[in-house]
């Protein structure tokens, strides 16, 4: 009976193994979240002779320029595993958002499951800048401060090292 347990666990896990060859870390294969009420898997491509192309092969990009990982002293940058870590942990327990700063049509083409799409150039206009603060939990108070004692925490992504749109 020992051999027969010890066998269907060889095996059930080199089946399982198949479908994870490509990990995220070595302990993290996939994670899921939330996107539009569903649960979405969010992974890597499993095909280990997979090559990028497109848009994102290139390391020439016309008109655009590498801009600098920190952006300000108070921002926080974080890499993959820390924004995937913020879905699980904010995004999918309603603690946080992810805003893709990109264009709409960039956002609608591809984007990561949960993200919602705030334009950058909504920053130039005051009137969507308050209602995205008050959707973020941000009050206005009598004095024209901002109370953000109880504000969503909010990562945000854009086209990664070629985003321009971030600065002011």
């Known amino acids: 009976m020992k051999i027969l347990i ?15 060859k490509v990990k995220i870390t070595p302990d993290m294969a996939y994670i899921y979240v ?16 997979h090559k990028i192309t497109g848009e994102y092969a290139k390391i020439y990009r016309p008109g655009k320029y590498i801009q600098p990982i920190k952006m300000h002293k108070d921002v926080q940058t974080i890499a993959e595993v820390e924004l995937l870590q913020f879905m699980t942990e904010k995004v999918n327990k309603k603690k946080g958002l992810l805003v893709d700063l990109r264009t709409k049509d960039a956002y609608k083409k591809e984007s990561i499951p949960s993200a919602v799409n705030i334009p ?17 939990g941000a009050k206005r108070n009598v004095d024209g401060t901002l109370d953000t004692s109880k504000v969503l925490e909010v990562a945000f992504y854009c086209n990664g090292l070629w985003c321009d749109n971030i600065l002011p």
């Not at 060889?10 to 994870?20: E, F, N, P, R, V």
């Not at 950058?120 to 973020?136: D, H, M, S």
């Open 6 to 20: 010890v066998l269907l666990t060889l095996t059930i896990a080199m089946i399982a193994g198949k479908y994870d």
């Open 34 to 49: 939330y996107h539009k009420g569903k649960a979405v898997k969010v992974h890597r491509i499993q095909d280990t002779k």
């Open 120 to 136: 950058a150039r909504v920053k130039n206009n005051p009137i969507k800048v308050e209602k995205i603060l008050r959707v973020l």
